[in-house]
C-alpha cells in the first residue's frame, strides 16, 4: 500500500468533516432537543479530524513506509467514516428546520435522536480504530 493512497484518503476526508461539523453546529443552535447527542456528534467528528491529520503530518513527514496491512487497514477505516460522515450530513439535513422549528423538534425526539446514537457509536469506533492503527504504527 503507497503512502499515497492514505494520504489522499486523509486529505479527501477532511473537506466532508468541515462541512459536517458546519452543519452540526448550526443544528444544535437550532434545534434545542438536539443538543446532548449533537454534541457527542461534534466531540467524534473533530477527534476524528485530529486522527485525520495526524495520519496526514506523519505519512508526509515519514520517510519510512507503513507495513502494507496497516495502511490497507487504515485506508479503508477512513473510507468507512467518510460513508458515516455522508450518513451524518443526510441526518442533519433532515432535520434542518426551515418554517417549522416546531415540528422538527417533534421528528427529533421521535427519530432523530435514535439515528444520530447509533451514528455517533459508529464514528467513536471508527476513530478509535484510527487512533489505535496511528498508535501502533508509530511503535
Same mark, same amino acid.
Given at each position: 500500500?503507497?503512502?499515497?493512497?492514505?494520504?489522499?484518503?486523509?486529505?479527501?476526508?477532511?473537506?466532508?468533516?468541515?462541512?459536517?461539523?458546519?452543519?452540526?453546529?448550526?443544528?444544535?443552535?437550532?434545534?434545542?432537543?438536539?443538543?446532548? /447527542? &449533537? +454534541?457527542? @456528534?461534534?466531540?467524534? $467528528?473533530? /477527534? &476524528? +479530524?485530529? @486522527?485525520?491529520?495526524? $495520519?496526514?503530518?506523519?505519512?508526509?513527514?515519514?520517510?519510512?513506509?507503513?507495513?502494507?496491512?496497516?495502511?490497507?487497514?487504515?485506508?479503508?477505516?477512513?473510507?468507512?467514516?467518510?460513508?458515516?460522515?455522508?450518513?451524518?450530513?443526510?441526518?442533519?439535513?433532515?432535520?434542518?428546520?426551515?418554517?417549522?422549528?416546531?415540528?422538527?423538534?417533534?421528528?427529533?425526539?421521535?427519530?432523530?435522536?435514535?439515528?444520530?446514537?447509533?451514528?455517533?457509536?459508529?464514528?467513536?469506533?471508527?476513530?478509535?480504530?484510527?487512533?489505535?492503527?496511528?498508535?501502533?504504527?508509530?511503535?
Amino acid at each position: 500500500m503507497d503512502p499515497f493512497s492514505l494520504t489522499a484518503g486523509s486529505i479527501g476526508i477532511l473537506g466532508p468533516v468541515l462541512q459536517v461539523c458546519f452543519k452540526v453546529k448550526t443544528l444544535i443552535s437550532d434545534v434545542r432537543e438536539a443538543p446532548r /447527542e &449533537l +454534541e457527542t @456528534t461534534l466531540h467524534h $467528528i473533530e /477527534e &476524528l +479530524e485530529r @486522527t485525520i491529520r495526524l $495520519i496526514r503530518d506523519d505519512n508526509n513527514a515519514s520517510t519510512r513506509e507503513l507495513p502494507r496491512d496497516i495502511a490497507k487497514q487504515m485506508v479503508n477505516v477512513v473510507r468507512n467514516s467518510q460513508d458515516i460522515l455522508v450518513k451524518l450530513h443526510a441526518l442533519v439535513d433532515n432535520y434542518t428546520p426551515g418554517t417549522g422549528r416546531h415540528f422538527v423538534s417533534v421528528k427529533w425526539v421521535s427519530s432523530g435522536k435514535k439515528e444520530a446514537i447509533a451514528l455517533n457509536k459508529q464514528l467513536e469506533v471508527h476513530t478509535r480504530s484510527l487512533a489505535m492503527t496511528v498508535g501502533i504504527s508509530t511503535l
